[in-house]
């Protein structure tokens, strides 16, 4: 397995790389965290501009007909950033499966409008107690009841992609926000982002490719979403490292760097091998996935190092700052939140173990 960039790739990390520096500084991020939808969308047309935006999404419907190494390398940098903008929901939550399974007239309306920046989109993945949804036949549509939380950036979304129980499997379904039977009960997350709770009454909804496929539609969706939550968690991750490293060769005790006692060293070298970790076991799945092959396994064990590593590595980078590291003047504290809270989206890492083990369990 080659993981290096081709030219193109690293052609378009440096592009997002380039304008996320310029737009998503420290000031930027603050001001944003005072706002009521916490969204940047300065931020979102810009990448919308730029043609990052449309990776993922076929030339027909306007973008750039790349794929989802693409998604993953700008999903790494959004991470990277701690851009407060939607990528992940919008783009590989919603827009992924559109592309793929969507009927003509879905691509027609959504996709080219998520590619100019004009749209937001998001998927209403996440599990938790009571999140269960019905789908009933209604005439030529269907009707959706039921709750799913922690819909990340629910309220500026048009649309969303909603996993349902429709007879005895699962199917996903596209509901529009402003229809009717749709409520969100806004809710701040760890990384002072806004994840409403979404309740439908009889809401009516389109289905997302065939039903009677909804199952391999929905794991589908499923393995790229975690795929791109890994690949954002280790541009969370190698940044604050990368911080962390800056700051412990300036700082100074007793006439010397404090990297240059052993303790910190130690401690910076785990983190650097933990690093290193959640970047294999993400491009290793990630290659599983554009071969076409199974990659359940391998993406449990990259959402596990993901959970586990990410934390433990944002941890380090705010103990080797020492009190400025829960300073939220100072950067670094950002990565920790999002660190924390990726690490919990759609399965920590104990709970990506036990289905492991379930599987491995049954052969």
């Known amino acids: 397995m080659d993981f290096s960039y081709s030219e193109d790739q690293q052609a378009l990390r440096e592009l997002a790389r380039k304008i996320l520096e310029?737009?998503?500084?420290?000031?930027?991020?603050?001001?944003i965290r005072k706002t009521a939808e916490r969204i940047d969308h300065e931020l979102w047309h810009e990448l919308a501009k730029s043609n990052l935006l449309g990776v993922a999404i076929p030339e027909a419907f306007g973008g750039t007909g790349t794929g989802l190494p693409e998604l993953v390398i700008l999903a790494e940098e959004i991470g990277r950033a701690v851009a407060p903008v939607p990528v992940v929901p919008t783009l590989v939550e919603a827009a992924l499966p559109l592309a793929a399974f969507g009927s003509e007239a879905q691509k027609k309306r959504w996709l080219p409008a998520v590619a100019a920046g004009d749209a937001i989109l998001t998927g209403a993945l996440a599990e938790g107690p009571g999140a269960n949804v019905i789908?009933?036949?209604?005439?030529?549509?269907?009707?959706?009841?039921?709750?799913?939380?922690?819909?990340?950036?629910?309220?500026?979304?048009?649309?969303?992609?909603?996993?349902a129980k429709l007879g005895g499997s699962d199917a996903l379904f596209l509901v529009q926000r402003d229809a009717a039977g749709v409520s969100l009960e806004n809710a701040e997350t760890t990384d002072e982002q806004i994840r409403p709770h979404l309740t439908l009454s009889g809401a009516l909804a389109e289905p997302l490719g065939d039903p009677a496929r909804g199952d391999e539609v929905l794991r589908w969706t499923l393995d790229r979403a975690l795929l791109a939550l890994c690949a954002m968690q280790v541009g969370v991750a190698e940044r604050a490292l990368q911080l962390t490293a800056r700051y412990v060769t300036e700082r100074k005790q007793f006439d010397r760097p404090v990297g240059s006692f052993q303790a910190v060293h130690t401690r910076a070298g785990d983190a650097y091998v933990d690093l290193q970790a959640m970047r294999l076991t993400t491009w290793r799945a990630l290659h599983l996935l554009e071969q076409g092959e199974d990659a359940t396994n391998e993406l449990a064990i990259a959402k596990f190092w993901a959970s586990e590593g990410g934390a433990r590595i944002t941890y380090a980078a705010q103990h080797l700052h020492g009190g400025i590291g829960v300073d939220i003047d100072y950067p670094v504290h950002r990565y920790y939140l999002w660190a924390r809270q990726i690490g919990i989206h759609l399965g920590t890492g104990s709970a990506q173990l036990a289905k492991l083990g379930e599987r491995l369990a049954a052969g």
Request: hydrophobic share 40%.
């Open 135 to 163: 789908a009933k036949k209604d005439g030529v549509g269907y009707r959706l009841t039921g709750r799913r939380p922690l819909v990340h950036a629910a309220h500026v979304a048009a649309a969303l992609v909603v996993p």
């Open 22 to 31: 310029e737009r998503a500084t420290h000031d930027r991020l603050k001001e």
